[in-house]
């Protein structure tokens, strides 16, 4: 399974985005799929999942409310829409996938893409 981030960029504070994780080589139906940023400097952070039983989703308290993420089976593609964004969300952004069904501290994240840059300043 290849996972491929799209959608990052300059945006200014108060705005949105919408990343894209766009899977190939296999069926992202399949797999529990988090995003994940990391800053420089500072260690990785999970922001959210998405189950692969029921679609069900999980957030980090820091963009809960603000991000919401969500999966298109039929393009193979998770997203993530990133709303109201804050200088601090500055961080690469990582899409991964794991082969269990369900969100859980338990998930591995076997899979991951290389990564996209969003940069929120004015």
């Known amino acids: 399974l290849q996972l491929v981030e799209s959608g990052g960029g300059l945006v200014q504070p108060g705005g949105s985005l919408r990343l894209s994780c766009a899977a190939s080589g296999g069926t992202l139906e399949y797999y529990a799929v988090g995003w994940f940023r990391q800053a420089p400097g500072k260690e990785r952070e999970k922001l959210s999942c998405?189950?692969?039983?029921?679609?069900?989703?999980r957030y980090a308290d820091s963009v809960k409310g603000r991000f919401t993420i969500s999966r298109d089976n039929a393009k193979n593609t998770v997203y993530l829409q990133m709303n109201s964004l804050k200088p601090e969300d500055t961080a690469v952004y990582y899409c991964?996938?794991?082969?269990?069904?369900?969100?859980?501290?338990?998930?591995?994240?076997?899979?991951w893409g290389q990564g996209t840059q969003v940069t929120v300043s004015s």
């Open positions: 998405v189950s692969s039983y029921d679609s069900s989703t």
């Open positions: 991964a996938a794991d082969a269990g069904r369900y969100c859980s501290a338990y998930n591995t994240y076997d899979f």
